[in-house]
């Protein structure tokens, strides 16, 4: 199997490029810019036996590593000594990503062909071309009686969960987008963001909204952690939530655990989607360290979700990119100490293939080569 996922890693296209820029996002605080030596031992990767691949899932979970390629993975792969929970998958493609009006797309645009299925202008968040609303695959699932929920490390009204409960014409209406939660009825959000519902320039106290539609409101992560069910709303920063090696370590391994606990009480199925915002923000930074922690901890919370894919055995796992960031590429490294040295050729998106891995019921269907567009469409034709 690591034969095979190995082989699947392609040469990047590497090309500078210019993008909708990316708003607040903190720089490295490490010094390991371009060369990565782990401080701690990998993280144990359990190997799960695949539900039927041909089967029918009730259950989705869709995970977004955002500017995420197959030479982050690879990166990962070296860092925790040869071996990922992502090496799970043996149904695999690539997605191209492209936006309405750009070849290389920004988050929002990316987001929003994820979420609905349909192209559109860079910034956008959940509206074509005409800044007409699209709906959503949540709020498909949403009106099917299912349950759904959205998880993230960056703010839960960034571009990428954003396109899958808001709509608005530019990302940057993060007021906005926030309200747009109150007229949803999603079951479960947990990322930062606190602010946006709390602190705002409309003079609107979303929190005392969200109590008041039932939700339990909570900022601390071990509070969150507790939750089997009812509705929850976590948000656990002001903002983003810090980077990985800064943050709880456990942070998106819990909020996705939890996530999934308090929706499959919903015995009609459910729509996850979780976001590893901040491997974008490290390619970005051209910083190879900040891409290898994000990328083990994003793998660490797919660890979670295939867990549970692999005792309900009704559960799609799908996880793929937005885009790829950086130009990224690991030029040398050890995969008996964990030694990655990478190399970036762009402080920017670019518009080479990101992959698309599945694991359970119907996963079969996400093999090959085609749009992102395609990806929503292939998941509500397996549930419809």
Same mark, same amino acid.
């Given at each position: 199997?690591?034969?095979? %996922? ?82 799970? %998958? ?45 709906? =959503? ?40 987008? +926030? ?25 609107? =106290? ?28 976590? @948000? ?5 939530? +810090? ?16 996530? @999934? ?10 729509? @996850? ?34 867990? %549970?894919?692999? =005792? ?56 090959? %080569? ?11 034709? @397996?549930?419809?």
């Amino acid at each position: 199997m690591k034969k095979l %996922f190995i082989a699947f890693v392609v040469l990047s296209v590497f090309v500078s490029c210019s993008v909708f820029g990316q708003f607040n996002y903190q720089n490295a605080e490490t010094d390991d810019s371009l060369r990565y030596t782990p401080a701690y031992p990998p993280h144990e990767v359990v190997h799960y036996d695949e539900p039927n691949e041909d089967g029918t899932p009730k259950n989705v979970v869709m995970f977004i590593g955002d500017g995420m390629s197959m030479s982050y993975v690879f990166a990962a792969y070296t860092a925790n000594r040869g071996d990922l929970y992502m090496f799970n %998958f043996n149904n695999l493609g690539f997605q191209t990503t492209h936006s309405a009006d750009n070849y290389i797309t920004d988050s929002a645009a990316s987001g929003t062909a994820l979420a609905t299925g349909q192209k559109t202008y860079g910034g956008a968040v959940g509206v074509d071309t005409d800044k007409v609303a699209i709906e =959503n695959i949540r709020e498909k699932f949403e009106n099917m009686g299912r349950a759904t929920g959205l998880v993230s490390t960056s703010t839960i009204t960034h571009a990428t969960p954003a396109s899958f409960i808001a709509h608005q014409p530019s990302r940057n209406m993060y007021e906005a987008i +926030a309200a747009d939660f109150l007229k949803t009825n999603i079951d479960v959000f947990i990322g930062g963001g606190y602010d946006q519902f709390a602190t705002r320039e409309d003079g609107r =106290n979303l929190i005392s909204e969200l109590k008041d539609k039932g939700y339990q409101v909570l900022t601390d992560i071990d509070e969150v952690a507790k939750v089997k069910e009812g509705k929850l709303a976590g @948000l656990i920063a002001p903002g983003h939530t +810090a980077q990985a090696g800064s943050r709880r370590s456990d942070l998106l391994e819990v909020s996705v655990e939890t996530a @999934l606990n308090v929706l499959s009480n919903n015995e009609n199925g459910f729509f @996850l989607m979780v976001e590893g915002s901040q491997l974008d923000w490290a390619g970005h930074n051209n910083h190879t360290g900040y891409l290898v922690r994000e990328t083990l901890d994003f793998d660490r919370a797919v660890g979670k979700a295939l867990e %549970f894919a692999a =005792n309900n055995k009704e559960t799609l796992v799908i996880v793929t990119s937005d885009h790829e960031t950086g130009g990224f590429v690991v030029i040398n490294g050890n995969k008996e100490t964990g030694y990655v040295h990478g190399a970036f050729s762009s402080t920017n998106h670019t518009p080479e293939f990101v992959p698309v891995m599945a694991f359970g019921p119907g996963a079969k269907k996400f093999r090959g %080569f085609y749009d992102n567009t395609d990806i929503p469409k292939k998941i509500m034709e @397996l549930i419809e």
